[in-house]
């Protein structure tokens, strides 16, 4: 299955929160004369929400009126003053913005109180989250699985669907107890063997790992569904190996190109042109009608096994259904999208205002970046394809995934 969705956990995993707590509750038991703590006390104490980290933090006698107390103070000393010293961990924005492209859809589920978990994801996430979920009353805590299960419900998404990253043993049990792929963290709160122990399928050193381990999943699914509807598939580590590829299948024969960014960028025309009979109209060509092989790339590529494109002139999406007997269709793992919704999407809403912007149009998502569905004369957006399988009278098409970020 591909995956639609992830569930990050916020502290320790998106954010590195500890100073801010730590001075919170410290605010608290300087108040009442107990010793204070330092941040890796706190570290150890969180993971159960705010009312466990307050008993952990007071002498094993304090009863509930006190807890009552330094709670309460924890709370109005960390309301004030929740995003002073917190920071998302580096390299967790490329990571938010690498799914965000990807067509992921992101949630958070957190054990801190629900108002500071969506102030702090608001200040530092501001539009990437689908929703957040802190401690709700009546609603259990991590690692009940309930919040877990709101989300896939919210989001529309199977256990299968869906990857949970946590930093903490509680993460890990979360995603267990729903059903769900359990990613462990290590840039967090616990280490290694903890989460391993908690049931992580998967360990993660960096946040950019994240990117890699996603792309490897997705890549499977799609593997197997463009299989299924009839394409040939290639994947090539880096683009020097893919233009490599492309040339050796090329070589000799009549070859039309489509615009694209991602065999510009390839350099495929270069090489070429003293080995085959070429024809591209961004080098100054003529645009071929028909011939043995056309190359293209895709906006998107779903995981279920769809190429999108959306085209102006529609010289491009006509050839690549129609006049060569092949096509391959060359693509950056960037362009990877978890189903054919996402990836019409990303089509339309990443693909199509870069090109505008690219192309100097007069349309306003060449300005914003956003798609505003115009109706102005240089608009872009004028036809979309979508192949499903290899059209009839095509002897071969194949997807070729590349493992970089290639063109738009
Ligand atoms: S419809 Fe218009 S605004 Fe939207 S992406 Fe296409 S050209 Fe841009």
């Keep these: 299955m591909s995956i639609k969705a992830v569930i990050f956990d916020l502290d320790g995993t998106l954010l590195d929160t500890l100073g801010d707590l730590t001075s919170a509750v410290n605010t608290a038991l300087r108040h009442h004369g107990f010793p204070l703590l330092t941040e890796e006390d706190v570290c150890s104490r969180v993971g159960n929400g705010v009312r466990k980290l307050i008993e952990r ?26 995003v002073e010293r917190t920071h998302p961990y580096q390299g967790m924005p490329v990571v938010i913005e690498a799914f965000r492209r990807r067509g992921v859809r992101m949630a958070v589920l957190s054990n801190k109180y629900h108002a500071a978990a969506c102030r702090l994801v608001n200040h530092y996430f501001p539009g990437d989250m689908a929703l957040t979920f802190g401690e709700r009353p009546g609603v259990p805590r ?20 869906i990857l949970y990253i946590g930093d903490s043993d509680v993460d890990m049990q979360t995603a267990k107890k729903a059903g769900v792929t359990a990613i462990g963290a290590l840039w967090g709160f616990r280490d290694r063997a903890s989460l391993l122990e908690a049931g992580a399928d998967h360990i993660v050193e960096r946040p950019e790992d994240l990117i890699q381990l996603l792309d490897r999943l997705q890549l499977d699914a799609a593997m197997h569904a463009f299989e299924r509807n009839g394409f040939t598939w290639t994947f090539c580590a880096t683009a020097a190996q893919a233009a490599d590829y ?163």
């Design 57 to 82: 933090s007071l002498p094993g006698n304090a009863g509930k009126a006190m807890v009552d107390a330094c709670l309460a103070e924890f709370q109005s000393a960390y309301d004030e003053h929740l």
């Design 142 to 161: 991590k690692p009940d699985p309930t919040s877990t299960q709101e989300v896939m419900s919210v989001l529309g998404v199977q256990p299968d669907e």
């Design 246 to 408: 492309i040339v050796s299948q090329c070589k000799g024969k009549k070859i039309g190109f489509g615009g694209s960014m991602t065999l510009d960028g390839l350099g495929v025309y270069e090489q070429l042109k003293d080995q085959a009979d070429v024809h591209w109209h961004w080098k100054g060509g003529d645009q071929l009608p028909k011939g043995d092989v056309f190359l293209t790339s895709a906006n998107a590529l779903s995981a279920t096994g769809e190429t999108v494109n959306i085209d102006g002139a529609c010289n491009r999406i006509a050839a690549s259904v129609h006049g060569f007997d092949a096509c391959y269709v060359v693509c950056g793992i960037n362009k990877l999208a978890p189903d054919l919704t996402s990836a019409m999407r990303r089509a339309r809403e990443i693909a199509a205002p870069l090109n505008a912007k690219r192309l100097n149009k007069r349309t306003p998502c060449a300005v914003d970046g956003k798609c505003h569905d115009c109706r102005s004369p240089e608009r872009i957006c004028r036809a979309m394809t979508v192949v499903m399988a290899p059209p009839t009278g095509m002897s071969h098409y194949e997807i070729v995934v590349v493992g970089e970020e290639l063109g738009y």
